[in-house]
């Protein structure tokens, strides 16, 4: 455990003095492999839902899979040494808390100088709402929102995963997520495809976003019962708790309806608050960095003790 949180920091310096790997990163050549997969397994247009479903799967399994095995087989046979310093860049790729403070940022420097247009534009490139029409409150309570559930997907998520199954486990979990951002959709398209995407990667994220809950608790109390109470009304049983806790530390006000792709989705209220501004996306990136900083000291601590005792 101790090794495993020295890694993990490592890691997170890595993050913090490199930020997203601007080019070829794995990631972007997952995603067109996903893409190749999909065009071969995706069945003709009078296929039923069963098959829809059972090629999603089989897409799934192709794409991630694989990459686990051979992540698998890299720690059972490499040189110690190489797998060490393949676990920190791996799990520097899988952590994207730079990247996520930037991109809230890039939205706040606008709002800060009153420039609405280029606040939406800055936050169309990180939400799948429609940002043309919406007022300043709106644009700060998505960007919040980002960054308060990225907070799980892209930093404590793969911090508990390393610890929980090193590298195969961080690969699995970011390779389920690409795949549940491309096909986990309730449309046409991806409503039976993506399902198993959708579904893995809520089982995935289950007991990190617990983890995630708990460490916005303890920056501030009243957020494990906010998450409890507000956080099931969400319709993703990850994210939901998540955004309900964030949204208690910062009390501020989250979720409520908004539109996607022009249709009007309803969205149940998570958190009760005030009206988000600037200086709640600001917050949401400080919350960020506390619970990772929390988490790698808490599984030092651990290590620490197992190590002396």
Not at 132 to 143: F, G, N, R
Request: hydrophobic share 50%; with cysteine.
């Amino acid at each position: 455990m101790l090794l495993t949180a020295a890694l993990s920091v490592l890691a997170m310096i890595l993050d913090s003095l490199l930020g997203e790997a601007r080019r070829f990163h794995p990631l972007v050549g997952f995603g067109h492999y996903a893409q190749w997969l999909k065009r071969k397994c995706y069945p003709a247009k009078d296929a039923t839902p069963s098959q829809l479903f059972f090629r999603g799967v089989l897409c799934w399994c192709c794409a991630v899979l694989p990459w686990v095995g051979i992540a698998m087989v890299w720690i059972a046979f490499a040189p110690t040494w190489l797998v060490l310093g393949s676990s920190v860049v791996i799990l520097y790729l899988a952590i994207g808390a730079r990247s996520l403070a930037e991109h809230g940022l890039n939205v706040a420097q606008p709002l800060l100088q009153g420039n609405l247009e280029h606040a939406r534009e800055q936050l169309s490139r990180i939400v799948s709402r429609d940002t043309q029409i919406l007022t300043q409150e709106q644009v700060a309570t998505a960007s919040v929102e980002t960054v308060i559930e990225n907070t799980h997907d892209a930093v404590i998520a793969p911090l508990v995963w390393f610890v929980i199954a090193g590298l195969p486990g961080v690969v699995l979990l970011r390779l389920s997520n690409t795949l549940d951002a491309m096909w986990g959709y309730k449309n046409t398209e991806f409503l039976y495809f993506g399902r198993c995407a959708a579904r893995v990667d809520d089982v995935l994220g289950w007991l990190s976003a617990r983890v995630t809950v708990v460490l916005f608790s303890c920056i501030k109390l009243r957020a494990l019962k906010q998450a409890m109470v507000l956080g099931r009304q969400w319709y993703s049983p990850n994210a939901g708790p998540v955004m309900a806790a964030g949204g208690a530390v910062l009390h501020v006000n989250l979720g409520g309806d908004a539109i996607y792709h022009g249709e009007k989705k309803s969205r149940p209220c998570l958190s009760e608050g005030v009206p988000a501004n600037v200086r709640h996306i600001q917050q949401a990136i400080r919350i960020m960095y506390v619970s990772a900083y929390l988490w790698l000291a808490l599984i030092g601590l651990v290590g620490a003790t197992a190590w002396l005792y």
